[in-house]
C-alpha cells in the first residue's frame, strides 16, 4: 500500500541545503565582491529586516508585520479570484463546444500575451495601489487554470455522464458532483502552475506600482544600495515560493487522495 | 409497459460501420421479468441503451408507458455492464448509492437510511463509507446493483448484473432480484449470457440473434413460484427451457437436418 517514497520525500532530503551554504559561504569570502555578499551577512541582514523587533509581537518589525502581509494578501487575493474565475468559465468551455469554438482562439491569444505586459495597461486602468496589483496577478494568472479546467471538464468519462443521465441528476448536481470532481485533477495542476506566477507578478507589480510590500522592499534596497538587502528579499521570496507550494501539494494531497488511489489500483 | 418496434441502429458509416440492431421488437408487461439472452457482441448493451435513452437508434421506436423515449425516461434505473466506470470514484459507496435519491426529493437522513437498506440487501452494509476503489470487483457490482435498488424505479434495466461475483453471490443477487421485483413491482430487463440464469430468473427469455440483431426467440417461463435454486433447476421444465434457449442462442448452425425451432 506504501510503496518506496522517491528520495526527494525522505526525511534526510535536506543535507544538500547545509552544504550548498557552506560553499557559498567560503565561494563569496573568498570573492570578497560587495556585490555577492556571503550568506551570514545576508540572513543578519535579514533578520534586522523582519526579525529585530519587541519580543512582544514574537520579534516581528514593522516591515514584517506591514509589507510581507501586504504581498501575501493580494497574491492570495488575485489568486483565489483567478480560481474562481477560471474555473467557472474553464468548465462552460469545456462542457460546451458551441463557446469553445468561440472563445478558443481568444483564450489561447490572451494566454499567449506575456503577463507583465499588462502593467502599463493596468496602470492607466486603475491608481497604483492594491487594486490593480491584484487585477495584474489575476489577468496574469487566470489562463493556466481556466485552459487546464476546460481541458478536465472535456474529458469526463463518458459513462460518468451516462449514469448521471440515467439516474436524472439536473444540470446542477451533473456539473457540482460530476463533471467538477472529474475536472479537479486538472483544475488543480493549474492552480498549481498560478501560483507560482502569481509570486512572480506580485513582485513585478510592486517593483513598478506600489508604495509597501515585498517587491517595493526590494527596490527601495536596491536604490539604497543595500546589497544584502536586495539579496535578503529575494531569499525570503524564495521561502515565500516553497511555503506556498508545500501548503498547495498538502491540501491537493487531502482533496484529491481520492484520485490517487484510484489511479493506483487500476 | 415498454414497447420497442423495429428498433435498428448501426454504428459509423462507410466501410467501417457496424449494423448492431436489425429491426428488433420486444413489447415487456408490467411487472414483467425480461431476460435478453444473445451471443456476445450481438446488440444486447445496444438495445439496453436504446431503451434508457442513452442512444438515439438509427429507425424504430421505444414507446415508455406510451411515450416515445426521448432523452432518458423518469422513474428508470440502470445496472451498467461496465459498473466499475459508472460508480464515481470521489464519492463514498454511500453517497454513491444516494446519490441519485436527491431527485426523489427525499430529505438526507432518509436517503441514507435507504442506502443503507439497499447496500444490506446486497451484502455490503459494513461498506458504506468506503470508496469504490477500495473494493473488488464483485464488491462494485453489487455496489452498482443496490444503487439501482434504493432508486426503486419502475423500470430497472440490468447488463450482465451478476458477471463477475462467485456462484454463491450469484444466486443470492439472482434470489434478491426476484424478491424485490415482487415487493415493489418493478418491470425488470435483465440482460444475461447466462442460459441457466435467465431461466431461472425471468418470466420471459428473448434471444437475439447474432448481428444485426433480431428476435429469434420468445419463450414464456412457466416454472412454479415461488423459484428455488435447487429445486427450479431440477424441475422438468426447467431442463427443456433451458436446451431449448441453448439450441436458439447457438443459431441454425450445425444440425442442418434438424429444423430450427423459431416458435415455441
Ligand atoms: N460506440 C460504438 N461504436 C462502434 N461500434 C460499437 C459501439 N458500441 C458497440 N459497437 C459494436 O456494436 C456491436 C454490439 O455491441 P453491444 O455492446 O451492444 O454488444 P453486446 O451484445 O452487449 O455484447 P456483450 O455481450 O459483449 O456485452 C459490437 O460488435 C460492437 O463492436
Ligand atoms: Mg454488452
Known amino acids: 500500500m506504501n510503496p518506496a517514497k522517491p528520495p526527494s520525500k525522505r526525511p534526510g532530503w535536506l543535507w544538500p541545503v547545509p552544504v550548498a551554504l557552506a560553499g557559498w559561504e567560503l565561494a563569496t569570502r573568498a570573492a570578497g565582491?560587495?556585490?555577492?555578499?556571503?550568506?551570514?551577512?545576508?540572513?543578519?541582514?535579514?533578520?534586522?529586516?523582519?526579525?529585530?523587533?519587541?519580543?512582544?509581537?514574537?520579534?516581528?518589525?514593522?516591515?514584517?508585520?506591514?509589507?510581507?502581509?501586504?504581498s501575501v494578501g493580494r497574491l492570495l487575493a488575485g489568486w483565489a479570484l483567478a480560481g474562481l474565475v477560471g474555473t467557472t468559465l474553464g468548465i462552460a468551455?469545456?462542457?460546451?463546444?458551441?463557446?469553445?469554438?468561440?472563445?478558443?482562439?481568444?483564450?489561447?491569444?490572451?494566454r499567449a500575451v506575456p503577463p507583465p505586459l499588462l502593467l502599463p495597461f493596468f496602470m492607466a486602468l486603475f491608481a497604483i495601489g492594491a487594486r490593480m496589483?491584484?487585477?495584474?496577478?489575476?489577468?496574469?494568472?487566470?489562463?493556466?487554470i481556466l485552459?487546464?479546467?476546460?481541458?478536465?471538464?472535456?474529458?469526463?468519462?463518458?459513462?460518468?455522464?451516462?449514469?448521471?443521465?440515467?439516474?436524472?441528476?439536473?444540470?446542477?448536481?451533473?456539473?457540482?458532483?460530476?463533471v467538477l470532481p472529474s475536472a479537479l485533477p486538472k483544475v488543480f495542476a493549474g492552480l498549481r502552475l498560478s501560483l507560482s506566477l502569481a509570486l512572480i507578478?506580485?513582485?513585478?507589480?510592486?517593483?513598478?506600482?506600489?508604495?509597501?510590500?515585498?517587491?517595493?522592499?526590494?527596490?527601495?534596497?536596491?536604490?539604497?544600495?543595500?546589497?544584502?538587502?536586495?539579496?535578503?528579499?529575494?531569499?525570503?521570496?524564495?521561502?515565500?515560493?516553497?511555503?506556498?507550494?508545500?501548503?498547495?501539494?498538502?491540501?491537493?494531497?487531502?482533496?484529491?487522495?481520492?484520485?490517487?488511489?484510484?489511479?493506483?489500483?487500476? | 409497459m415498454l414497447e420497442i418496434s423495429n428498433l435498428t441502429h448501426t454504428y459509423g458509416s462507410g466501410p467501417g460501420s457496424h449494423h448492431a440492431l436489425g429491426g428488433v421488437d420486444l413489447s415487456v408487461a408490467e411487472g414483467e421479468l425480461v431476460c435478453i439472452v444473445g451471443p456476445s457482441g450481438c446488440g444486447k448493451s445496444t438495445l439496453l441503451r436504446s431503451v434508457a435513452g442513452l442512444l438515439r437508434p438509427g429507425g424504430g421506436e421505444v414507446l415508455?408507458?406510451?411515450?416515445?423515449?426521448?432523452?432518458?425516461?423518469?422513474?428508470?434505473?440502470?445496472?451498467?455492464?461496465?459498473?466499475s466506470r459508472s460508480l464515481f470514484?470521489?464519492?463514498?459507496?454511500?453517497?454513491?448509492?444516494?446519490?441519485?435519491?436527491?431527485?426523489?426529493?427525499?430529505?438526507?437522513?432518509?436517503?441514507?437510511?435507504?442506502?443503507?437498506?439497499?447496500?444490506?440487501?446486497?451484502?455490503?452494509?459494513?461498506?458504506?463509507?468506503?470508496?469504490?476503489?477500495?473494493?473488488?470487483?464483485?464488491?462494485?457490482?453489487?455496489?452498482?446493483?443496490?444503487?439501482?435498488?434504493?432508486y426503486r424505479p419502475a423500470l430497472l434495466l440490468m447488463d450482465e448484473p451478476f458477471g463477475s461475483v462467485d456462484a454463491q453471490t450469484?444466486?443470492?443477487?439472482?434470489?434478491?432480484?426476484?424478491?424485490?421485483?415482487?415487493?415493489?413491482?418493478?418491470?425488470?430487463?435483465?440482460?444475461?449470457?447466462?442460459?441457466?440464469?435467465?431461466?431461472?430468473?425471468?418470466?420471459?427469455?428473448?434471444?437475439?440473434?447474432?448481428?444485426?440483431?433480431?428476435?429469434?426467440?420468445?419463450?414464456?417461463?412457466?416454472?412454479?413460484?415461488?423459484?428455488?435454486?435447487?429445486?427450479?433447476?431440477?424441475h422438468p421444465g426447467f431442463v427443456r427451457l433451458r436446451a431449448e434457449v441453448g439450441r436458439l442462442v447457438r443459431g441454425p448452425r450445425p444440425a442442418a437436418q434438424h429444423p430450427t425451432p423459431e416458435t415455441v
Not at chain 1, 485552459?147 to 441528476?169: C, K, M, Q
Not at chain 2, 432523452?71 to 451498467?80: E, I, R, Y
Not at chain 2, 430468473?201 to 428473448?206: A, L
Open chain 1, 93 to 110: 468551455l469545456g462542457r460546451s463546444p458551441l463557446l469553445s469554438r468561440f472563445l478558443g482562439p481568444l483564450v489561447h491569444f490572451a
Open chain 1, 33 to 70: 565582491d560587495l556585490s555577492f555578499p556571503p550568506p551570514t551577512t545576508i540572513f543578519s541582514r535579514m533578520r534586522e529586516m523582519w526579525l529585530s523587533g519587541p519580543a512582544d509581537r514574537l520579534w516581528l518589525t514593522d516591515a514584517a508585520l506591514t509589507d510581507i502581509p501586504a
Open chain 1, 133 to 144: 496589483q491584484i487585477n495584474v496577478i489575476l489577468f496574469g494568472v487566470v489562463w493556466p
Open chain 1, 201 to 266: 507578478l506580485m513582485v513585478i507589480s510592486e517593483l513598478v506600482g506600489s508604495v509597501d510590500g515585498i517587491g517595493f522592499q526590494l527596490l527601495d534596497a536596491q536604490r539604497s544600495y543595500d546589497l544584502p538587502g536586495v539579496w535578503g528579499t529575494i531569499v525570503l521570496l524564495g521561502l515565500l515560493g516553497c511555503a506556498f507550494n508545500a501548503a498547495f501539494l498538502a491540501a491537493e494531497r487531502r482533496i484529491l487522495s481520492w484520485h490517487r488511489a484510484a489511479n493506483q489500483t487500476t
Open chain 2, 89 to 150: 470514484p470521489w464519492m463514498s459507496v454511500a453517497d454513491n448509492v444516494s446519490l441519485p435519491l436527491r431527485r426523489k426529493g427525499l430529505d438526507r437522513p432518509r436517503r441514507e437510511e435507504a442506502a443503507l437498506e439497499a447496500l444490506t440487501q446486497v451484502g455490503l452494509e459494513e461498506a458504506g463509507a468506503k470508496y469504490p476503489w477500495q473494493l473488488s470487483g464483485g464488491m462494485q457490482q453489487r455496489v452498482a446493483i443496490a444503487r439501482a435498488l434504493a
Open chain 2, 170 to 234: 450469484r444466486e443470492d443477487l439472482e434470489d434478491l432480484t426476484l424478491r424485490v421485483r415482487g415487493h415493489h413491482a418493478m418491470t425488470i430487463l435483465l440482460i444475461t449470457h447466462d442460459i441457466d440464469e435467465s431461466v431461472y430468473v425471468g418470466d420471459r427469455v428473448v434471444v437475439l440473434s447474432g448481428a444485426p440483431a433480431t428476435v429469434v426467440g420468445d419463450l414464456r417461463v412457466d416454472l412454479p413460484e415461488p423459484r428455488e435454486q435447487i429445486a427450479t433447476r431440477e
Open chain 2, 64 to 83: 415508455f408507458n406510451g411515450a416515445p423515449v426521448a432523452g432518458t425516461p423518469k422513474d428508470l434505473a440502470v445496472v451498467f455492464q461496465d459498473y
Open chain 1, 147 to 178: 485552459i487546464n479546467s476546460a481541458e478536465g471538464a472535456r474529458h469526463v468519462d463518458p459513462l460518468h455522464l451516462e449514469t448521471a443521465a440515467a439516474f436524472g441528476l439536473s444540470r446542477g448536481q451533473r456539473l457540482l458532483r460530476v
